[in-house]
């Protein structure tokens, strides 16, 4: 089992920055993706930035060139920096971690944290 606490977010000014945490603690396979996801109310959940344990990085095109992942595996811990926010980043942010296997994948999801964009 793993668990996930996020830690980070809250209201900003756009333009602003955030920088969001997702600590783990229990059994990280060898090969795992960890990823940031976000939900806006009334909106399907989506992909915001994934980072695998080969280092391999990927962001949905709307964050490119704002946003950051990037992890401390000492700490089993990754991040999220958030630069030049807009008010259309306003969503819960949820971290997910996947374990693979060599016969199935094992997703978990934080809580969520709350991210607010506006003047």
């Known amino acids: 089992q793993v668990q996930l606490v996020e830690s980070g977010g809250g209201l900003v000014q756009p333009g602003g920055s955030l920088r969001l945490s997702c600590a783990a603690s229990?059994?990280?396979?060898?090969?795992?993706?960890m990823g940031w996801y976000r939900q806006d109310s009334g909106k399907q959940r989506e992909q915001v930035a994934t980072?695998?344990?080969?280092?391999?990085?990927n962001y949905a095109d709307s964050v490119k060139g704002r946003f950051t992942i990037s992890r401390d595996n000492a700490k089993n811990t990754w991040y999220l920096q958030m630069n030049s926010l807009k008010a259309e980043d306003t969503a819960v942010y949820y971290c997910?971690?996947?374990?693979?296997?060599?016969?199935?994948?094992?997703?978990?999801w934080g809580q969520g944290t709350q991210v607010t964009v506006s003047s």
């Open positions: 980072i695998t344990s080969s280092g391999i990085t």
């Open positions: 997910k971690l996947t374990n693979w296997g060599t016969r199935a994948a094992y997703d978990y």
């Open positions: 229990g059994s990280i396979f060898s090969i795992y993706t």
